[in-house]
Structures are given as structure tokens and as C-alpha cells.
């Protein structure tokens, strides 16, 4: 007898929800898949995610600094000091909040699980007529939620796991969740870094394409880059919505779009107010 876990490939699952297709989708659940594999396609699937969603505000966050900085027009040395320094203090912030909140969040679960592990313990008719209270209010008939709920709780820490999820919506993280923490902390940084910078390449690179570029020369070109990145980070998050590449993309595109024009014409509109010394 094996003591491998098995799940119903999830991703033949999603296909078959998404063309509605009845029989695909029973074959998605007669096939068992190793557990280890799903657990490690999960994990590569909220990496992605992470760097997808990260590098988002990265490119959004410069690429609105640039444009704020072209529309008041700062010189091409201003707009790349001023985009490098704003992106290396907005990942770190960003890492490090994604670090803080995942352990805080982890923290909190772990409290609340030893509370309701110590009320289990103590008194647990208390815990058992709650949960069945839960569950008739989600429809259930009394005596079917007591049944149910008289089984779970033969098994203490199952039990545990059970209620902290149905009378608190949290879910135990695992021992080494840090590590995961510190990881997606990384993984923010580094994504927001590396895609922050794309309004910034068009700066850097055009001078090798144009002799003597014009202020905007460089910034039609930052548009460009940041244009077809932003482009392409939309298509890839519609892999997680489960909606068209095309639409997500051209969704994506056009609020970055507005997001920059808005900087754009703010700084020319202060730049304009503004003395010039």
C-alpha cells in the first residue's frame, strides 16, 4: 500500500472548466497525480506570480517617475538617477513588506491554531456544538452536522486544522514557512528591480541607435520599451485569472498608458507653477 498523496491533475481541470467540457473533465479527475509533483508545479505557479505581479508595480512605479520627470523637463541624467534610486528603495520596500506580512500573517495563524487547540483540549463539547452551528447555517440539518462533526473530532489535530479554517478562514502555515517567506521577499525584489527598470532602458539604449537623441528621442523610446513589457506582463498574468492573454495585455497596456499620462501632464502643469530657481 502507498503512502504517496495523490490529486486530481488541477491543470486538466482548469481546462476542462474553461471549455466546459463534461468529459474532459471527468478524466481530469480519473487521473491521480503524485503529490509531490502537484505540490511543486503549485509552488513554480505562485513563484510566477509573485514575479508577474511584482514586476507590475515595478514597471508602473518608474515608469510613472520618467514620465513625471519628462513632462517637467528634467534632463535624461535626472530622469535615470532619479528612476534607478526610486526603483532600488521601492523593491526593497516592497521585499521586505512581502516578508513582514507573510511572517506576521503566519505568526498570527500559529497563535490562534495553540488557542484553539487549548479550547479543543479543555473544553470540547463547546467546540463541537460550534462547528455543528457552522454547519447548519451553510444548510446542513442538524443531525447530519453532528455526525459529521462527532467524526472529525476523533482526530485532535485534524479536527484543530478544520476549525481554524471554518471559524477563523486560516490556514496552518507549515514549520519552515520563513523560509517561503524570505524567498517570496526576495522574489519581489528582484522582479520589481528587473522590470522596474525597462522605462529606463530606452534611455540607455537609444544613444547607441541615434546619434545626439533628443529629450524626446529617449523618452518615446522608454515608452516603447515600457509599452511592449507592459504588454507582455498583462499576457502572462492572464495565466492566473484564467481570462484572454490579448485582452489582459491590452488591458494592461492601456491603464499603463493612463497611469503615465497622468504623470506626464502633472509635471508639466507644477513644473509650469513652479520658479524656476
Known amino acids: 500500500m502507498t503512502n504517496e498523496r495523490t490529486h486530481v491533475d488541477k ?12 468529459e474532459a473533465s471527468a478524466r481530469a479527475h480519473a487521473s491521480r497525480v503524485d503529490g509531490g509533483h502537484d505540490e511543486a508545479h503549485s509552488k513554480v505557479g505562485g513563484q510566477l506570480k509573485t514575479i508577474v505581479f511584482g514586476g507590475l508595480d515595478g514597471i508602473l512605479t518608474s515608469f510613472a517617475i520618467v514620465s513625471s520627470c519628462a513632462g517637467s523637463g528634467l534632463t535624461s541624467r535626472v530622469v535615470l538617477l532619479l528612476g534607478a534610486c526610486n526603483i532600488l528603495a521601492d523593491a526593497m520596500a516592497m521585499g521586505v513588506g ?16 495553540a488557542r484553539e487547540d487549548w479550547e479543543l483540549r479543555n473544553h ?41 479554517v471554518e471559524e477563523l478562514g486560516l ?9 517561503e517567506s524570505a524567498k517570496d521577499g526576495l522574489l ?12 529606463l532602458v530606452g534611455y540607455l539604449l537609444t544613444p547607441l541607435f541615434i546619434r545626439d537623441p533628443s529629450e524626446h528621442d529617449l ?7 515600457t509599452g511592449i513589457t507592459l504588454f ?6 492572464a495565466r492566473f485569472v484564467q481570462q484572454r492573454a490579448l485582452k489582459l495585455g491590452a488591458e494592461t497596456l492601456a491603464l499603463g498608458a493612463l497611469c ?9 502643469a507644477l513644473s509650469s507653477q513652479l520658479p524656476s530657481h
Not at 519581489?188 to 522605462?199: E, I, L, Y
Not at 523618452?219 to 520599451?225: E, T, W
Request: proline share 3%; with cysteine; net charge negative.
Open 124 to 164: 470540547p463539547e463547546g467546540e463541537v456544538e460550534e462547528m455543528v452551528e457552522i454547519y447548519v447555517q451553510r444548510g446542513m440539518s442538524r443531525e447530519d452536522a453532528q455526525v459529521v462533526i462527532s467524526t472529525m473530532a476523533k482526530y485532535h489535530d485534524f479536527f484543530v486544522d478544520v476549525m481554524m
Open 98 to 113: 512581502e516578508y513582514l506580512s507573510t511572517k506576521s500573517s503566519d505568526e498570527y495563524a500559529r497563535r490562534e491554531r
Open 232 to 237: 507582455s506582463l498583462g499576457a502572462a498574468k
Open 11 to 22: 491543470s486538466q481541470a482548469q481546462a476542462a472548466y474553461s471549455a466546459l467540457d463534461v
Open 188 to 199: 519581489m525584489f528582484a522582479s520589481f528591480v528587473v522590470f522596474g527598470t525597462a522605462p
Open 260 to 268: 503615465a499620462s497622468v504623470a506626464y501632464f502633472c509635471g508639466a
Open 219 to 225: 523618452f518615446l523610446a522608454a515608452c516603447c520599451v
Open 171 to 179: 490556514f496552518v502555515p507549515e514549520e519552515d514557512a520563513w523560509v
